[in-house]
């Protein structure tokens, strides 16, 4: 099992930017993607960034543009660098790492980061 631990969330104005950064440990055999995915109150969890093992990167439409994620292998963290933030980016945001071996899907959440954007 792998251990997910955000960081960088707060409070922004609209416009403004965040970083933030999720720091895996524990055994990370078989991860095959990373994401990123966020959750506002009243609303469902959605996928906003990930990348596969292969490299491929994929995005939610309503940040293209703005959000950019990013690894640092040698630290065993994910970033999902927010730029151009507006309220409705306001969310939790919450680090997942998929696993998926014969033909069984096991996800890893961490315990969330809010963000909070003011307008």
């Known amino acids: 099992q792998v251990q997910l631990v955000e960081s960088g969330g707060g409070l922004v104005q609209a416009g403004g930017s965040l970083r933030l950064s999720c720091a895996a440990s524990g055994s990370r055999f078989g991860i095959n993607t990373m994401a990123w995915y966020r959750q506002a109150p009243g609303k469902q969890r959605e996928l906003v960034a990930a990348f596969t093992i292969g490299g491929t990167t994929n995005y939610a439409d309503s940040v293209k543009g703005r959000f950019t994620i990013s690894r640092d292998n040698a630290k065993n963290t994910v970033y999902l660098e927010m730029n151009s933030l507006t309220p409705e980016d306001t969310a939790v945001y919450y680090c997942?790492?998929?696993?998926?071996?014969?033909?069984?899907?096991?996800?890893?959440w961490g315990q969330g980061t809010q963000v909070t954007v003011s307008s």
């Open positions: 997942n790492a998929r696993r998926i071996f014969a033909g069984v899907v096991s996800d890893s």
